[in-house]
Each structure stands twice: as C-alpha cells, then as structure tokens.
C-alpha cells in the first residue's frame, strides 16, 4: 500500500501473527523512530498496531498488527460506516497527547503544520505539482482572499504542546469497535493542540464534502452527512471532557479555522492524489467558509457546541 512519501507492506505469519513494515526515507524513519522510543505510550495497551523497535536498517520501521486491522481510510473507500467509538476514540488520545506534561518543549522540532505559499494569481494547474506551489486559482475568484486567511491561521499557532501533526484517516488504525490508534509520527513535534483537533474535523469534513460531488443521490450524501455530523461532535464531547485547552472559548473556533487551512491544503497542495475540478472547488468552497465565518460552521454544519 503506498502512502505518499513512503510505502507500507504488510506480511501475515502462519501463526496467525501480522506485521506492517513501513519503507520510508532514512530521515523520515530516524524522527518517527525517535518519538516511539521517547513516548513508548503513543500507542501502548492498543492491539491495533504496536511499534517493533527491532533494527531491520535506518529507513524500515516494523509495526505488530492486529489481523483484522485496518486504516480508517480503507472503510471510507469501501463506504463501510466506521465504529461508532471511532472518532471520540481518537479524540481521547489527541488530549491526553496534548496534555503530557514535557519539559524540554521548546528542544523539540516544530511538527509539520501546512506550509502556505503566497498567492500568486495565474499559476496554471499543470505547472502545480512540479512547481511545488498551491494552485490558488482553482479556489476560484476568492483565491487571494483564501491565501490570505490561511496565512494568518497558520502565524496565530503558536507550540504550545506535543502534537501528532499529520491526524488524518490514513494515520489511524482501527480493530474492532473500541481499538483505534493514531500511527505515523514523523511529522510529530512542538505545535498548536487546535491543529491537530482542527485536521480531524477536517478528515470528516472532506470525505462528507467530496461525497456530495461523486454521488449522484442527494439522500445519499444527505445520509452520509447526519454520520459525519454526529461523528463530529462525538470526537469534540469527548476532547472537550479531557482537555483543558478545550476550556478556552475561542479554542473550537481556532480548530475550526485549523480544519479549513487543511481542507485548503487537501484541495490546492501538490498532491499525489488526484482530485476532480468539482471536488476542489467544493472543497475550497468549504475552506473559505471555515477560515472566514468559523462561528456560523460551529452553528450550522456541525451541531456542535
């Protein structure tokens, strides 16, 4: 299964045993590598996957996995509802995450927040994966504008924890109803707790998104909607119960903003995913709106509080 910078093999034993082994860059591996050893309880008591720290060489990491484990991507493709437990499951990791008491914060690398190049009006969208810049254009006329907030989200995180950086449904495992754990920690460090809880809304946010562009059945899109919706609000009940950062009435409208910069980052990034013009205009359609009016998203499109 590739996983754009890096490639993940799975392998099932006789015995029943199963293993993930991920290939990446010797960089990418030593940093992830470092923060399993550093924080053995970033995926400890979960059958999901558990880190191996065996030295198969610099750029291979080997993960004990559940049999029956899969990504949370792998059941929006095959449009299998996800556990119910899912999305506060996660939740509950990423506060308990922000809130570990660390003292040598401000040693650590900064986590991998979306960088945001300047809008530059006219690049075409051919030239965007070779240019490495975002393709402002395709947001549509409020291109500028969008460029603008995402940059001013972006300067406003200021590190203030240890955080995942990278939360989306491909870096989380789930086995069975009540197992879920985040993986892929190489983009880990010093950052913003709203970014993280910002990426996972966002998670949810694309796929409901994107789902009212491919199908054609409005009750469909409708349905998936009410369970993203509801998902929504079970991982912020749940954040909300175990954070303190939560306690700070402008935190969620942070998060908020933080989910239309990634959303923005999904649709106009280079991107080894191909994305239809549909899908990016809606997807940027509903950056703009995160970015801009956060409080009225909070009131209308999440149902929650």
């Known amino acids: 299964m590739h996983r754009g910078r890096h490639v993940v093999v799975r392998a099932e034993l006789d015995n029943g045993e199963a293993f993930a082994l991920k290939l990446a860059s010797a960089a990418a591996a030593e940093r992830e590598r470092r923060w399993y050893r550093a924080l053995p309880a970033l995926n400890a008591g979960s059958a999901a996957s558990r880190f191996v720290d065996d030295d198969l060489g610099e750029d291979v990491l080997l993960f004990a996995v559940h049999p029956a484990a899969l990504d949370a991507r792998a059941y929006a493709v095959a449009q299998q509802r996800l556990p119910a437990a899912f999305a506060a499951n996660v939740a509950r990791q990423l506060a308990a995450l922000h809130a570990m008491p660390l003292q040598d914060l401000n040693d650590m690398p900064l986590a991998r927040i979306a960088a945001i190049p300047a809008w530059n009006g006219g690049v ?158 809606a997807l940027a359609g509903a950056a703009d709106e995160m970015l801009h009016a956060p409080g009225a998203v909070v009131a209308r499109w999440h149902g929650i509080r």
Do not use: K, M
Not at 162 to 180: C, L, S, T
Not at 215 to 235: C, N
């Open 124 to 281: 075409a969208a051919a030239s965007n994966v070779a240019t490495g810049a975002w393709d402002w254009d395709a947001a549509g006329p409020r291109g500028a504008e969008l460029a603008a907030a995402c940059a001013e989200v972006r300067e406003a995180l200021l590190p203030s924890a240890f955080v995942h950086g990278d939360v989306r449904w491909e870096n989380v495992i789930v086995a069975g109803d009540d197992d879920a754990v985040l993986i892929d920690w190489e983009d880990a460090g010093r950052g913003a707790p709203a970014w993280d809880v910002g990426c996972l809304f966002a998670s949810f946010a694309s796929y409901a998104i994107r789902a009212r562009v491919l199908f054609a059945s409005v009750l469909r899109a409708e349905a998936l909607d009410a369970v993203v919706h509801e998902q929504v609000a079970a991982a912020w009940r749940a954040y909300r119960a175990d954070s303190e950062n939560a306690r700070d009435p402008s935190f969620l409208l942070a998060a908020i903003r933080c989910a239309g910069l990634r959303l923005a980052e999904n649709a106009l990034a280079p991107s080894a995913t191909a994305l239809s013009q549909p899908e990016i205009v």
